[in-house]
T-cell receptor, first 112, second 112 residues
Framework: EAGVVQSPRYKIIEKKQPVAFWCNPISGHNTLYWYRQNLGQGPELLIRYENEEAVDDSQLPKDRFSAERLKGVDSTLKIQPAELGDSAVYLC??????????FGPGTRLLVL | SQKIEQNSEALNIQEGKTATLTCNYTNYSPAYLQWYRQDPGRGPVFLLLIRENEKEKRKERLKVTFDTTLKQSLFHITASQPADSATYLCALLMDSSYKLIFGSGTRLLVRP
């Protein structure tokens, strides 16, 4: 089966600009996650979706970050405006059950 | 405070030897503990899951132990190969929230 697809793979923007990341989960996986991974650290959860519903967005900085998962399949994560500290890898993952998560390759964001 | 600790120093071993990685945690009561492998430029890949009532789990050359009294998991790779070189992340799955919390990972380098 195809894995989790993310795009773009790399993004370089200037601070205060908006940026969006797209994720297509594995077919049939109802749960979708967005993580942020800083250099030398493990991934940190930003938001978790069950179908269309965001069931855990407690770690999402809501002043500048937003996410949506229309129709319960693809998802988009947006940052507006971006800050220097947002430079990181943004990972999308999906799962069929609560035990095993499948990660995409990530989007590497550099904010200048 | 809650912490997950993995050795930040890289583990450098000779091919054929057993690699042992450690994951310690404080102030968490996880339902499961998982180990992931992450290669540069890629997302984490699930390897093994061990439940709180299990002491040991094996998969091919991999073995995981879980001691909930010590709050520690050990991850072993026997007969290590250069292809095993990667960063290994441990992660705690919290039963109540289904949230996956990652350690910062340990880099393993297997010399030929």
């Amino acid at each position: 089966e195809a894995g989790v697809v993310q795009s773009p793979r790399y993004k370089i923007i200037e601070k205060k600009q908006p940026v969006a990341f797209w994720c297509n989960p594995i077919s049939g996986h109802n749960t979708l996650y967005w993580y942020r991974q800083n250099l030398g650290q493990g991934p940190e959860l930003l938001i978790r979706y069950e179908n269309e519903e965001a069931v855990d967005d407690s770690q999402l900085p809501k002043d500048r970050f937003s996410a949506e998962r229309l129709k319960g399949v693809d998802s988009t994560l947006k940052i507006q405006p971006a800050e220097l500290g947002d430079s990181a890898v943004y990972l999308c993952a999906s799962s069929r059950d609560a035990e095993t998560q499948y990660f995409g390759p990530g989007t590497r964001l550099l904010v200048l | 405070s809650q912490k997950i600790e993995q050795n930040s120093e890289a583990l450098n071993i000779q091919e054929g030897k057993t690699a042992t990685l450690t994951c310690n945690y404080t102030n968490y009561s996880p339902a499961y503990l998982q180990w992931y492998r992450q290669d540069p430029g890629r997302g984490p890949v699930f390897l093994l899951l061990i439940r709180e009532n299990e002491k040991e789990k094996r998969k091919e050359r991999l073995k995981v132990t879980f001691d909930t009294t010590l709050k520690q998991s050990l991850f072993h790779i026997t007969a290590s190969q250069p292809a095993d070189s990667a960063t290994y992340l441990c992660a705690l799955l919290m039963d109540s929230s289904y949230k996956l919390i990652f350690g910062s990972g340990t880099r393993l380098l297997v010399r030929p």
